[in-house]
């Protein structure tokens, strides 16, 4: 299994590393970071387009015409919508997600961002969200984008995922450990 996963990241490495330097090249990296956005959004919300790019029983002429067809609907990039038809020409449209991934990456280096995985018992306000990529920011000394998402089970606190840290101040994780603790003694 982990060598599947890295021959996919490897490959789409090789691809995103390809796009964002033309794109760098073309002083085009906004309208790459609108076309990785706009397909991410895709990717979510399209079982459909999940299906395309995953499955191995469509044909590389059906791939080629269906991806074709959404780059053209979607607006995207001259660039991005030559690497979507090269990759379903290759069969290869697989690493889409992974693709995403690394112009992700690439995009937030370039601007000297980074981002935080934030889960909270609630949603976080704009203030609060405020003051924890202000404090974030102080501890990796870029800029940090929260991508924050609600777990109700966490009962209160947060999980913060920053590069390979991770913080958990939530009562879900304290109740356990108090519980793991309890055992030890009875």
């Not at 990717?43 to 053209?72: H, Q």
């Not at 609600?150 to 101040?169: A, F, P, Q, Y």
Request: no cysteine; aromatic share 2%.
């Amino acid at each position: 299994m982990s060598d599947t996963v890295s021959i996919s990241s490897g490959i789409a490495g090789r691809y995103a590393t390809a796009v964002f330097e033309l794109a760098k090249e073309g002083k085009k990296l906004k309208q790459l970071e609108a076309d990785v956005a706009a397909l991410d959004g895709a990717m979510s919300a399209s079982d459909d387009l999940r299906n395309l790019v995953s499955s191995p029983v469509y044909s590389r002429e059906e791939m080629g015409a269906a991806i074709a067809g959404v780059a053209k609907k979607m607006k995207l990039s001259a660039t991005m919508k030559n690497t979507l038809a090269l990759m379903a020409t290759k069969r290869r449209l697989f690493v889409l997600p992974q693709l995403l991934d690394g112009l992700r990456g690439l995009i937030a280096d370039e601007k000297g961002e980074v981002t935080a995985e934030v889960v909270s018992a609630k949603a976080l306000t704009k203030a609060q969200s405020d003051k924890l990529a202000k404090t974030l920011k102080a501890q990796a000394g870029k800029n940090v984008v929260i991508n924050a998402t609600v777990d109700e089970s966490l009962i209160g606190g947060l999980i913060v995922k920053l590069g390979s840290k991770m913080i958990d101040t939530s009562i879900r994780s304290k109740l356990g450990a108090l519980q793991n603790t309890m055992k030890e003694v009875g």
